[in-house]
C-alpha cells in the first residue's frame, strides 16, 4: 500500500483581517493500484502540503491511498478533478471523521455518490464544484 498524506488549508483572507478559519476536514482517497501521480499533481495545484508516502505490498498488489486534510472547496475542487481522469465514478463517504473518497465502477462515469453521515445518499451526474462544496460543508469536520 502506498500512503500519500496531504495537508491542504483554506486561504485566509486579507492580512490583518479577523476571519473564521473554514472547518477542514481529513480525507482519504482510494486508488486501488492506480498510479497516484495524477492525484498528486492536484492535491499541489490546491496548495497541499506536507506530502508523505509510504508503501506496503500485499497479496493483490500493491494498493494506493492518498489522504490529506481539506476545507470544503478544496474537497470539492478534487472531486471535480477526478471526475474526469478515473473511469467510474467517485464515491464520497462522509459517515465518519475520516472521508473516504474512492472509484465506484457501479456509477456511471462522472457521477458522484455522496453517503452522509445520517445514511442519507446524494447521487449527482456531473455536478458542478458548488454543489459538491454546499454538500461538503456539512461534513463532519476533523475538530
Same mark, same amino acid.
Given at each position: 500500500?502506498?500512503?500519500?498524506?496531504? /495537508?491542504?488549508?483554506?486561504?485566509?483572507?486579507?492580512? =490583518?483581517?479577523?476571519?473564521? $478559519?473554514?472547518?477542514?476536514?481529513?480525507?482519504?482517497?482510494?486508488?486501488?493500484?492506480?498510479? %497516484?501521480?495524477?492525484?498528486?499533481?492536484?492535491?499541489?495545484?490546491?496548495?497541499?502540503? /506536507?506530502?508523505?508516502? /509510504?508503501?506496503?505490498? =500485499?497479496? =493483490?498488489?500493491?494498493?494506493?491511498?492518498?489522504?490529506?486534510?481539506?476545507?470544503?472547496?478544496?474537497?470539492? @475542487?478534487?472531486?471535480?478533478?477526478?471526475? %474526469?481522469?478515473?473511469?467510474?465514478? &467517485?464515491? &464520497?463517504?462522509? +459517515? &465518519?471523521?475520516?472521508?473516504?473518497?474512492?472509484?465506484?465502477?457501479?456509477?456511471?462515469? =462522472?457521477?458522484?455518490?455522496?453517503? @452522509?453521515?445520517? +445514511?442519507?445518499? /446524494?447521487?449527482?451526474?456531473? %455536478?458542478?464544484?458548488?454543489?459538491?462544496?454546499?454538500?461538503?460543508? $456539512?461534513?463532519?469536520? +476533523?475538530?
Amino acid at each position: 500500500m502506498l500512503l500519500l498524506i496531504a /495537508s491542504l488549508v483554506g486561504s485566509g483572507g486579507l492580512a =490583518g483581517a479577523q476571519t473564521a $478559519k473554514p472547518p477542514d476536514f481529513s480525507v482519504e482517497i482510494a486508488l486501488g493500484n492506480d498510479n %497516484p501521480d495524477a492525484v498528486l499533481a492536484i492535491l499541489r495545484d490546491s496548495d497541499a502540503t /506536507s506530502v508523505h508516502q /509510504s508503501s506496503d505490498r =500485499g497479496l =493483490g498488489g500493491v494498493d494506493t491511498v492518498v489522504a490529506g486534510v481539506l476545507v470544503a472547496k478544496g474537497l470539492a @475542487n478534487l472531486i471535480m478533478r477526478l471526475l %474526469p481522469i478515473w473511469q467510474c465514478g &467517485v464515491q &464520497v463517504d462522509a +459517515r &465518519v471523521n475520516l472521508i473516504t473518497t474512492e472509484k465506484n465502477c457501479d456509477l456511471p462515469r =462522472g457521477t458522484v455518490l455522496i453517503i @452522509n453521515r445520517d +445514511r442519507s445518499r /446524494s447521487t449527482m451526474a456531473k %455536478p458542478t464544484a458548488a454543489q459538491i462544496q454546499a454538500l461538503a460543508e $456539512k461534513f463532519p469536520s +476533523r475538530e
